[in-house]
């Protein structure tokens, strides 16, 4: 098999002098009207996304409550020592709190925030904390930002005066200094035991709201425009192993003391839900964005209410409703005012579920039982209170490229999720041109590139997603709204690559797929204008060395017996060294005669045969039979290395679906050269596996029978690609030119019925579709004004290779 990353690098672009892109537009040539909604973001706490990220509180673990064990992220030093007490709780949310002895030398308690203190000189930062003494304590406590050597960078004295009595202080600490890994510190000499809880240290925020959102970050969404805002998840919603661990917008809401917080087990961190229901809305309203809720339907990742007892859920959500958009004189709007926002916040639209209707119901219990019946009884509630409301439902998340919506339930959107290759995305820049105009309309709630995107995100990935949604803005009266996913990650703690928007305490960074978020959005018109481009690729000439390559054979969870695996070329067999001799890899792999059984659960266990051939054209046979565990069945084919390789994949994904997939020299992520369908692989039963390799083509047989038929990927797709919006109250045309691939190619539109006075063009490009931003050079790709020439009804340009380009231009 050849390399694809390094076929990228090896592929030579032989743009012919002539090449020339013509595009022509035709003012009186209309699409689709432009969704006004098309634009929004999805905020999931992912990644550190809220807690240690947009939320700007700086104490980690400011109620104690992270670990019911120990103070984590918390020391003592001196005359001080810690530890978690359960004794006279501050509340019922906060069961534990910090009980303080000291002993009258000098002492400091210490928390090194999410990954340090970001301290800037000058800045104020508030402090607010609950304290106790049983026995009574009187003395100064000094709260103070200091570097980890102990320098102070600002600091506050507190005269404290404590009885049994939890009693709430506050005071202002300005930083002296810059240190973008501070701690805060509590320091006396004075003696006593003492308690404390809920900790709180904020910076100045965003828009200046109490309990707010750190400006950089939240200034990063602001730049996106969103039109509307998807919260709070995701798998977020739903939780993982209990219900407790879910998102309950009723626990999110109040004073942060009284706030309990909850396990994020699907990311690996407790939130403390400082962002509750109300920061979420208030977020909403602040960036100008609609907020889209999505509500739990009683299923979290590992279980489920049943069906005939999910009424409390349903309670809960239209409470939640009330609490948004209900009157002050109904129960939770009355809330919401008392909270600050008497204005009702209007959701306009609900998401009933995330991802709970896929397609293996037997395999997914968990996460799709009964999806129709529940979203039906939520839809009723729903509508009956607020007939406007737009109901958007699940479709299959993943393991299918056509999700449907399997049932007659009314439904307004249906909501979609893409992580995919940059190929993948390039390539169905025409999917939504078929869609169903009667049908309902389309939410892509999460798409994203997430194989092949370098380090942190690569320019490739943006392209991939630049043409996609260039297809969506084409095909804006079925797809209404679209989301990028996940947005935030802290660079100290990363769950889900890429994301992007990466950050530490002190700085933040976006990737090229950021840039085009925000460029989209900003340069988009109200209708379509049907755009016509005659630009062929140039003859490429693939310069790739066929590197000799082994069969091979892997399991996953799973434990396989194989047996007679047969080498074919030109019909004849080609003599296998004996199983004994093959490579073990990876996995608990035993031989006897002419078969192998595997019997470890490791994921991706692996025996390959020593011989390398360099047959272009070849068939491998083998019989498979699964004796236990998680999956299928994988055969190995096209194997250079432990990067490059291939394999047919039998009852993958939890033994629910199959496919081709590829290595794509980046570890272990592979890419599937076709859609997933489903396949089941019965225990005990043997199963006749086929691959027949011819050059880049690749078929695989089941029992005989044709399964899959795939191309091998060789390079990221190649190609341009142009389309046009206008607004014609503000006569400015909008032409979008993405070249995802090498060679620059200069460019002509013609206008008819159109006359442009003006152009300016806003391009993203780097000299690779492999370049990225990093932390240390963030704005390596950035949007940058380019040249543009006007002249009667031509507009001249060029097109650089691995390209977004934008032209704004200005009608008459
Ligand atoms: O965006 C990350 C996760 O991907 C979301 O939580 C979930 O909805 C999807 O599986």
Redesign the pocket.
């Known amino acids: 098999m050849r390399k694809v990353l390094s076929t990228l690098a090896l592929c030579t672009a032989v743009a012919s002098a002539s090449a020339q892109l013509n595009i022509s537009i035709d003012g009186n040539n209309r699409g689709p009207k432009i969704s006004p909604t098309m634009y929004g973001i999805?905020f999931?706490d992912?990644n550190h996304a809220a807690d240690g990220g947009l939320y700007a509180e700086l104490i980690q673990n400011r109620s104690f409550e992270d670990d019911p064990f120990a103070p984590l992220h918390w020391s003592a030093n001196g005359g001080a020592t810690i530890e978690l007490t359960a004794e006279s709780p501050l509340n019922q949310a906060h069961q534990k709190s910090l009980r303080v002895i000291l002993n009258g030398t000098p002492a400091s308690v210490a928390n090194e925030g999410y990954w340090g203190i970001n301290a800037v000189s000058g800045q104020k930062y508030k402090l607010s904390f609950w304290a106790k003494s049983d026995r009574g304590f009187k003395g100064t406590v000094i709260a103070q930002l200091q570097t980890k050597d102990g320098k102070s960078l600002g600091s506050s004295d507190i005269a404290l005066n404590l009885t049994d009595k939890w009693t709430r202080y506050t005071t202002t600490i300005t930083a002296t200094g810059n240190d973008s890994k501070a701690e805060f510190v509590f320091k006396t000499s004075d003696k006593g035991v003492l308690q404390l809880d809920v900790v709180s240290l904020f910076p100045p925020t965003f828009k200046n709201r109490e309990n707010g959102m750190r400006p950089d970050l939240a200034q990063m969404l602001y730049d996106m425009h969103p039109k509307f805002m998807r919260f709070p998840?995701?798998?977020?919603?739903?939780g993982q192993k209990s219900p407790e661990n879910a998102f309950r917008w009723e626990r999110t809401i109040g004073a942060i003391e009284d706030r309990p917080g909850h396990w994020n087990v699907?990311?690996g961190y407790r939130t403390t839900d400082g962002i509750g229901f109300h920061e979420y809305l208030q977020l909403a309203e602040d960036l100008g964005a609609k907020p889209l809720y999505v509500v739990n339907v009683g299923i979290w990742h590992g279980g489920y209410t049943p069906l005939d007892s999910i009424q409390p859920w349903i309670d809960e959500c239209m409470n939640a409703l009330e609490y948004a958009n209900g009157p002050v004189t109904s129960k939770y709007g009355a809330l919401r005012a008392k909270n600050g926002h008497p204005q009702p916040f209007n959701i306009e639209y609900l998401e009933i579920g995330?991802?709970n209707y896929n397609f293996f119901i037997d395999n997914n219990k968990d996460q799709s039982i009964n999806y129709p019946e529940r979203y039906k009884k939520f839809y009723d509630a729903v509508k009956a209170k607020y007939p406007g409301m737009k109901c958007i439902g699940n479709v299959e998340?993943?393991a299918t490229d056509n999700p449907s919506w399997r049932n007659s339930y009314p439904v307004d959107l249906l909501d979609e999720?893409y992580?995919r290759t940059p190929t993948w995305f390039a390539e169905r820049f025409h999917k939504y041109d078929s869609y169903d105009r009667k049908g309902p309309k389309v939410y892509v709630?999460?798409y994203?590139v997430t194989s092949q995107f370098g380090k942190i995100g690569n320019l490739n990935a943006a392209l991939g997603e630049a043409v996609y949604m260039m297809g969506m803005e084409n095909n804006s009266d079925v797809v209404a709204l679209c989301s990028y996913?996940?947005i935030f990650v802290n660079e100290n703690n990363v769950a889900?690559a890429p994301d992007m928007i990466r950050f530490n305490s002190s700085e933040c960074m976006g990737t090229p797929s950021y840039y085009v978020q925000q460029l989209f959005p900003a340069n988009i018109g109200t209708q379509v204008l049907n755009t016509k481009y005659d630009y062929k690729l140039p003859e490429r000439k693939a310069e790739v060395q066929d590197k000799p390559s082994h069969v091979g054979l892997a399991t996953w969870n799973t434990n396989v017996r194989y047996e007679n695996p047969v080498y074919i070329v030109d019909g004849k067999e080609v003599k296998l060294s004996g199983l004994d001799s093959w490579d073990k890899k990876k996995g608990r792999w035993s031989a006897d005669g002419d078969a192998v059984t595997q019997t470890s659960p490791a994921e991706g266990a692996m025996l390959i045969a020593p011989e390398a051939f360099n047959n272009k054209k070849y068939t491998y046979k083998v019989r498979a039979r699964k004796e236990s565990g998680a999956e299928g069945f994988l055969v190995v084919f096209n194997y250079e290395d432990k990067d490059h390789y291939c394999w047919l994949n039998i009852g993958g994904w939890g033994n629910s679906q199959g496919t081709i997939e590829q290595a794509c020299g980046n570890g272990t992520a592979r890419a599937q050269l076709v859609p997933t369908q489903p396949t089941v692989v019965e225990t005990g039963r043997w199963y006749d596996l086929q691959v027949d390799v011819d050059g880049d083509y690749i078929k695989a047989y089941l029992d005989g029978k044709l399964q899959f038929e795939a191309k091998i990927q060789r390079s990221f797709m190649e190609g341009i690609y142009a389309s046009t919006t206008i607004d014609d109250a503000h006569k400015v045309a909008y032409i979008k030119v993405v070249n995802t691939g090498e060679g620059a190619v200069p460019a002509t539109v013609s206008l008819s019925n159109l006359k442009a006075v003006s152009a300016t063009l806003t391009r993203l490009s780097s000299a690779s579709g492999d370049d990225e931003n990093t932390m240390e050079n963030p704005r390596t790709i950035i949007p940058v004004e380019a040249p543009v020439t006007v002249s009667g009804s031509k507009i001249k340009f060029d097109v650089p290779s691995y390209s977004v380009n934008i032209i704004k231009a200005k009608l008459k």
């Open positions: 999805f999931e992912i998840g995701g798998c977020f919603v739903e699907n990311w995330n991802e998340a993943w999720h992580y709630g999460e994203a996913a996940p889900w």
